[in-house]
């Protein structure tokens, strides 16, 4: 049902117009105002649909109250009362958002009319409202896995150039940064526990806590791989250029997966790529590096976090102790010699 409120502070023609639209042949309520000031009291409490508001009133005037609706111009419908007198102010009101005017002495007809086409507008906008609502509810179901779709591929490699550059929008920052690998051991109990809505709301939970971990630090974007369901790729993006991986940032992480142990009852690990300076450019290399990171869990066990920075390092270290073995082995077979 459509409300309607009028506003004029001549009892007679508020009352005689209240008339009108009551016998006008459609179920409207009907509020009536004897100011403006009263008028904007009543929208502040109630959902007006319309308000028929007579230019000139003392105190606050039609204008002024137009005004003082503010953004709520947007979704009320206006109409002006206005004698030939006052046209020029009708024009105000017009520009203001008003959406009609009636001119006094008003005609029954005319304002019937007026009414039905209102209504018809109202019906209409509704309905598109209610349309956008539907197609964006629609989008929000779909965009994500999209979305996830086109980042599984751009991880993966195969997509390129301007494809590629469409996604920048992504990055906010496009400074340093670092790819990380979140690994789920025990998956397929998960698969088997959960409904497949329960193990996505648990992947939304991941993604979260992950973020909520390195808010302090820059933007994240999260998403499971399509080829390995139990491994979430975090995309790490600061507005700085000497972005490292401080001690707190290290502890917070193993904090993170104490938590998600705690909270899942299963062991995750951390893989933790290379950084670079602008990780939108690097991301493919930074991903292959916490790959390799991730792969380290081999030989140090699950349930920590594993920086392709410190396996390195230890990987150069084993090196130059084989060689060194290898240089007293030989020295050893001379002296035999």
């Known amino acids: ?42 929208v502040n409490f109630k959902q007006i649909n319309v308000i028929i ?28 009362l206005s004698g030939f007198a006052s046209f020029e102010y009708a024009q105000k009101a ?44 629609q989008l929000d179901e779909i965009m994500p896995e999209y979305l996830e779709h086109r980042l599984n591929q751009w991880i993966g490699g195969y997509i390129r150039g301007s494809d590629v550059d469409k996604l920048a929008g992504l990055f906010p920052y496009k400074g340093a940064g670092v790819v990380l690998l979140l690994e789920i051991s025990e998956y397929d109990a998960y698969v088997n526990e959960y409904s497949r809505s329960e193990l996505d709301e648990v992947k939304t939970n991941i993604k979260m806590w992950m973020s909520e971990t390195l808010d302090s630090s820059g933007h994240t974007l999260s998403f499971f791989l399509e080829s390995s ?47 670079h300076e602008n990780i939108f450019k690097s991301v493919l290399k930074s991903y292959e590096h916490a790959t390799k990171a991730l792969s380290f869990k081999f030989y140090e066990g699950t349930g920590k976090v594993l920086t392709y920075l410190d396996i390195n390092e230890s990987s150069s270290r084993q090196n130059l102790l084989k060689y060194k073995q290898l240089d007293e082995l030989k020295d050893a077979m001379k002296n035999c010699g």
């Open 1 to 42: 049902m459509m409300r309607i409120l009028v506003v004029d502070d001549e009892p007679r023609h508020r009352r005689c117009l209240t008339n009108v639209i009551k016998n006008s042949g459609r179920e409207y309520e009907v509020l009536e105002a004897k100011s403006g000031q009263e008028a904007l009291e009543i």
């Open 53 to 80: 508001t007579d230019i000139k009133m003392p105190g606050m005037d039609g204008l002024t109250f137009i005004s003082a609706l503010g953004d709520r111009i947007k979704t009320i419908k206006v109409i002006i």
């Open 94 to 137: 017009l520009n203001l958002g008003a959406c009609d005017f009636i001119l006094k002495p008003f005609d029954e007809n005319n304002i019937r009319n007026i009414l039905y086409k209102v209504e018809y507008e109202i019906e209409q906008e509704t309905f598109e409202v209610k349309e956008k609502e539907s197609l964006k509810q």
């Open 229 to 275: 369901e139990n491994i979430m790729v975090t995309i790490l993006d600061t507005h700085r250029k000497d972005f490292t991986i401080t001690e707190k940032i290290f502890n917070e992480l193993s904090e993170l997966l104490y938590n998600l142990k705690k909270s899942y009852g299963s062991e995750f690990t951390i893989g933790i790529g290379s950084i």
